[in-house]
T-cell receptor, first 113, second 109 residues
Framework: DTEVTQTPKHLVMGMTNKKSLKCEQH?????MYWYKQKAKKPPELMFV???????INESVPSRFSPECPNSSLLNLHLHALQPEDSALYLC????????????FGSGTRLTVV | EDQVTQSPEALRLQEGESSSLNCSYT??????LFWYRQDPGKGPEFLFT???AGEEKEKERLKATLTKKESFLHITAPKPEDSATYLC??????????FGTGTRLTIIP
């Protein structure tokens, strides 16, 4: 299995809703990442988990809450989002912290209404 | 601050018209440079990894090269299915990939 699987593929949520994005990989990679990508922009790093521990938080607002239940799973909990948070949310994983490159999932298209 | 710049921002080519995309970076201690292809609404798809100046990698119509301060992605005789955004990213060993702004490539039949 050489894939990173993200669910759901599309999500529409209201500003008072709570939802979660899920990411799964079975490649034995030790690091997992959340990225946010706006239209016609490059991906922007949000969080890095290394060996299931949060190692980098790029000053992301607390309405985004990451969780890494085990080495194969990564969640992003969403609460009280704003319309400007609408974007493509990408999960990625790497075997060695990045030197060998990242494998990306296909993303979750999030729309906040 | 480490920066990665890609040019051109957008490129339109006729089918079969070869060209090159550029990725330049201002950084010391480069640990790796990566090229990705991204289709609209999808995640980036890995193409190549380059680690040292002089290194070259090839895959079908694509060839990536690396110098001390820049990388080129050469596309030979492109086809419409090569239309996508091509992203380069640089790894400095700090658990982060720094992405360039991308080149939107359109191949016209």
């Amino acid at each position: 299995d050489t894939e990173v699987t993200q669910t759901p593929k599309h999500l529409v949520m209201g500003m008072t809703n709570k939802k979660s994005l899920k990411c799964e990989q079975h490649m034995g990679h030790r690091a997992m990442y959340w990225y946010k990508q706006k239209a016609k922009k490059p991906p922007e790093l949000m969080f890095v988990y290394s060996y299931e521990k949060l190692s980098i938080n790029e000053s992301v607002p607390s309405r985004f809450s990451p969780e890494c239940p085990n080495s194969s799973l990564l969640n992003l909990h969403l609460h009280a989002l704003q319309p400007e948070d609408s974007a493509l949310y990408l999960c990625a994983s790497s075997q060695d912290g990045g030197a060998g490159g990242y494998t990306f999932g296909s993303g979750t298209r999030l729309t906040v209404v | 601050e480490d920066q990665v710049t890609q040019s051109p921002e957008a490129l339109r080519l006729q089918e079969g018209e070869s060209s090159s995309l550029n990725c330049s970076y201002t950084v010391s201690g480069l640990r790796g440079l990566f090229w990705y292809r991204q289709d609209p609404g999808k995640g980036p798809e890995f193409l190549f990894t380059l680690y040292s100046a002089g290194e070259e990698k090839e895959k079908e119509r694509l060839k990536a090269t690396l110098t001390k301060k820049e990388s080129f992605l050469h596309i030979t005789a492109p086809k419409p299915e090569d239309s996508a955004t091509y992203l380069c990213a640089v790894f400095f060993g700090n658990e982060k990939l720094t992405f360039g702004t991308g080149t939107r490539l359109t191949i016209i039949p």
